[in-house]
C-alpha cells in the first residue's frame, strides 16, 4: 500500500475553500488538470454514490465513486473506478480544517493505493506533486489574489 | 453541558522540531509562559503513558494531568487533568500537529472538552483558548526561534544573536596555483533581513574553485579588495536568521549551494532560499560533497541531456564527483553508459558506480573507441576542455549532444558552428545555478538527490577528507588527476 499525503494552507476561511471545491463535479472550475466532468446517470453531484465521469487536460478518461461528503468537516472521500494510471484500491480524501489563528485553511490530500512494484516514487510524484499539489496552488492562487 | 475549545495555527517550523518539544510532557516550564515548575510524579519518564504531570502555574495554581495517548507516528497526545485547584471538570485536550508539505511547515491542532461549575463557561473557555492555547503558540514560536532544543541549545548561546562571529576562512590574495590559498582569520556577519548564519562543519570542493583560484573567472572572485574567499558549497547547523526567514531555525542542518564564492570558512551568512534542509540520513560531509555536484548530475540528465532509456551516454572523467553520478544515475534510467578515465584504478571504480564501457586514456583518444562500442555518443558529458575537443566532435552520433560542463585541460576555444553541421550536433555550455533558480526546482533536485542516495541508486562515494586549513594540498590533490571521487574541507 502506497500513502500519498499533500498539504498546504490557503489564505481564506475553510467556508469560501469548501464552497470552491464541495462539488464533486465542479474539478474543472478549479483544478487545472481537468478538461471536462459529468456524473453519471445524471445523478446530483452530492449524491455519496454517485460517479464522476472526467477528462484530463492531457487525454486521461478517469472515473471515480464518492465514498463520502462531510459539509460538517469539510471532507470527501472517493475512489478511482478507472484510470489510466495503473492504480489499485485507490482511496483519496480531501479534507479542509480551519485555522483559528487567522482565516486560513489547512487543506490536506491524501491517497492510498496499490501499484506494480518500481512505480510507487513516480506515482507519489505525479499524485502527490501533480494533482494534488497542482491543485492546492491553483487554490492559492485563486484564493491568493483576492 | 460540555464546553469545547479548539485553536489552531501555522508553525513555521518543520514538524519534527515542533514535535520534539510537544512530545515530552514534562516540557512546559521550558516554554510556556504559564507554567513555573513541571514534573513527572513518581520518577516515570515522561514518554511514558499514564505517567502524571503535576504543573505549579505562575498564578499560584496548581493541575496534575496525565498522559492517555502519545503517538509518534500521528504525532497526536492526548491527556486529561486528574485533579486541579482551577474549576475543569472531566478536562480532556489532544494536541495533533499534521506536516504543511507544502512550505515545511506545520499545522498544530489544540482542542478539548470540559464542564465547568454553572455561570463560569465563558470564562473558563477563554482562559483555555487564550490563556493556554494561543499564548502556548506565541511561546512556542519564541522558543524555537530562541533555539529551543538540545541540538540548538549549544550553537544559540555560543552566538549573541546580532553580532559578528569570528571564524577561519581560505582567501585567495593572487590567482595562481594551490599555494595561493592562504588560511587566515575573519569574522562572519550577523544575518540580514532574509539570511541565515551557519556553523559550517563540511564544505564541498569543486573545479569551479579551481578554475577561480587561477583567475580563470574574475567576474566571480574579483581580487579588487585585496582578497576572496573561494568555495560554492557547503553543509553544517543554522546558527541564527534574519527578519522574514521563514522555516529554518537555529540548530537545523542545512547545506547550500550559492553562486557566490565564500565557502572556505566555519561560520558563512548565506541568502536562506539558497540553503536546502538535510534529511537525518545524510551526513554533512556527503551533503558537502555531492550537492552541487548531485544537483548538476539531476539537471544534466533529466532536463539538459534528457536521458532516457537506450541514450548513449559519454561521461569524461567518470571516476570523478560528477562522472560517478551521471553514471550510476543513467545507468538507473536505462542508457548505455560509456566513460573515460584515465588510470586502471579509476576504470574499477567508474564500473563500479554503474559505467558499463570504461575507455582508459591519458591523450584525450576516446572517439574511435566510443564508435566501435556504440556507433557514436548520443550525449556527452565533458569536463575535459580544449585538448579533447576534436574527440569529441569525432565521438558524436548523429544528432548528438556535447555538454561543455568544465575544462580542466584548458579553456575551449571558439567552436565553428560548421563543425557541428556535418553531424546536425549541438553544443551546450550550462551553469548549474541557472537550473537551481528557484527556490522549489532547487528544493526538488536536492530531494531526488537525497532520495537516490537513501534507496541506494546513487551510493554514497569514498570521499576524501582535509582540515580546512590544507585547502592548497586538497586542490593540489584534486588537479593531480590522482583523486577519486569527491573531496571535502572540514570546517
Known amino acids: 500500500m502506497v500513502r500519498v499525503y499533500t498539504s498546504t494552507v490557503i489564505d481564506a476561511s475553510p467556508d469560501t475553500v469548501w464552497a470552491r471545491i464541495r462539488d464533486f463535479n465542479g474539478l474543472p472550475t478549479w483544478h487545472p488538470g481537468i478538461a471536462d466532468s459529468r456524473i453519471e446517470n445524471s445523478e446530483p453531484s452530492d449524491k455519496v454514490g454517485c460517479i464522476r465521469h472526467f477528462h484530463t487536460r492531457d487525454g486521461g478518461t478517469i472515473r471515480e465513486k464518492l465514498l463520502a461528503l462531510s459539509d460538517y468537516e469539510y471532507s470527501c472521500t472517493y475512489s478511482i473506478l478507472e484510470s489510466p494510471m495503473g492504480v489499485d484500491n485507490y482511496i483519496a480524501t480531501l479534507k479542509l480544517t480551519p485555522v483559528t489563528d487567522g482565516m486560513r485553511t489547512f487543506a490536506e490530500w491524501t491517497a492510498e493505493f496499490d501499484c506494480d512494484e518500481g512505480r510507487e516514487a513516480a506515482l507519489t510524484q505525479s499524485i502527490g506533486q501533480g494533482v494534488f499539489q497542482g491543485g492546492f496552488d491553483a487554490l492559492k492562487r485563486h484564493f491568493g489574489r483576492r | ?491
Not at chain 2, 568555495?231 to 527578519?243: C, F, H, L, N, R
Open chain 2, 1 to 491: 453541558m460540555l464546553q469545547k475549545v479548539v485553536r489552531s495555527t501555522i508553525i513555521d517550523a518543520p514538524i519534527e522540531r515542533v514535535w520534539e518539544v510537544i512530545r515530552d510532557f514534562n516540557s512546559h516550564d521550558q516554554w510556556h509562559d504559564v507554567v513555573d515548575v513541571s514534573r513527572i510524579e513518581g520518577g516515570e519518564r515522561s514518554d511514558q503513558v499514564g505517567c502524571v504531570r503535576s504543573f505549579s502555574l505562575k498564578d499560584g495554581n496548581r493541575i496534575r494531568e496525565q498522559l492517555l495517548t502519545l503517538s509518534d507516528t500521528e504525532h497526536v497526545s492526548t491527556y486529561c487533568i486528574v485533579e486541579a485547584t482551577v474549576p475543569l471538570q472531566r478536562y480532556v485536550a489532544t494536541v495533533t500537529l499534521k506536516p504543511v508539505t507544502d512550505g515545511n511547515r506545520t499545522f498544530w491542532h489544540w482542542e478539548s472538552t470540559f464542564a465547568t461549575p454553572p455561570g463560569m463557561e465563558r470564562e473558563l473557555r477563554d482562559m483555555v483558548a487564550q490563556g493556554v492555547y494561543e499564548a502556548g503558540f506565541e511561546n512556542l514560536r519564541r522558543h524555537l526561534r530562541g533555539g529551543g532544543t538540545a541540538s540548538a541549545r549549544a550553537s544559540a548561546a555560543a552566538a549573541p544573536p546580532g553580532v559578528p562571529i569570528a571564524r577561519r576562512e581560505v582567501r585567495v590574495h593572487r590567482y595562481g596555483g594551490p599555494e595561493q590559498l592562504e588560511p587566515s582569520s575573519g569574522e562572519a556577519r550577523p544575518p540580514g533581513p532574509g539570511e541565515v548564519r551557519i556553523a559550517q562543519r563540511a564544505i564541498g570542493i569543486n573545479f569551479i574553485d579551481v578554475y577561480l583560484r587561477r583567475g580563470w573567472i574574475p567576474g566571480m572572485l574579483p581580487l579588487a579588495n585585496g582578497a576572496g574567499v573561494p568555495g560554492m558549497e557547503a553543509a553544517g547547523s543554522v546558527i541564527d536568521v534574519g527578519e522574514g526567514v521563514g522555516g529554518l531555525l537555529p540548530g537545523d542542518r542545512v547545506a547550500y549551494l550559492w553562486h557566490e564564492p565564500g565557502a572556505y570558512t566555519t561560520v558563512r551568512t548565506v541568502p536562506a532560499d539558497q540553503v536546502v534542509r538535510l534529511p537525518a540520513a545524510i551526513e554533512d560531509t556527503t551533503a558537502a560533497a555531492l550537492l552541487l555536484k548531485g544537483l548538476t548530475a539531476d539537471y544534466l540528465l533529466r532536463d539538459l541531456g534528457r536521458i532516457r532509456r537506450g541514450t548513449r551516454l559519454l561521461v569524461h572523467a567518470a571516476a570523478g564527483g560528477v562522472g560517478l553520478l551521471l553514471c550510476a544515475w543513467a545507468r538507473k534510467l536505462g542508457a548505455t553508459v560509456m566513460g573515460t578515465v584515465s588510470s586502471e584504478e579509476k576504470a574499477r571504480v567508474a564500473r563500479e558506480h554503474g559505467c558499463e564501457h570504461v575507455i582508459v586514456t591519458r591523450d584525450y583518444r576516446f572517439a574511435d573507441a566510443v564508435q566501435r562500442l556504440a556507433g557514436g555518443a548520443d550525449v556527452i558529458v565533458d569536463g575535459l576542455g580544449d585538448a579533447a575537443r576534436d574527440e569529441n566532435l569525432a565521438a558524436l552520433a548523429l544528432r548528438g549532444h556535447w555538454i561543455s560542463l568544465g575544462q580542466a585541460s584548458g579553456p575551449l576555444a571558439p567552436i565553428d558552428p560548421d563543425a557541428l553541421l556535418a553531424k546536425s550536433a549541438s553544443f551546450s555550455r550550462p551553469v548549474v545555478f541557472h537550473y537551481i533558480a528557484e527556490p522549489r526546482e532547487r528544493a526538488e533536485r536536492a530531494q531526488r538527490l537525497w532520495d537516490a542516495l537513501a534507496d541506494g541508486t546513487l551510493k554514497a562515494p569514498t570521499i576524501e577528507r582535509f582540515t580546512l586549513d590544507a585547502a592548497a594540498q586538497a586542490h593540489a590533490r584534486l588537479e593531480s588527476r590522482m583523486s577519486i571521487g569527491p573531496l571535502v574541507l572540514l570546517a
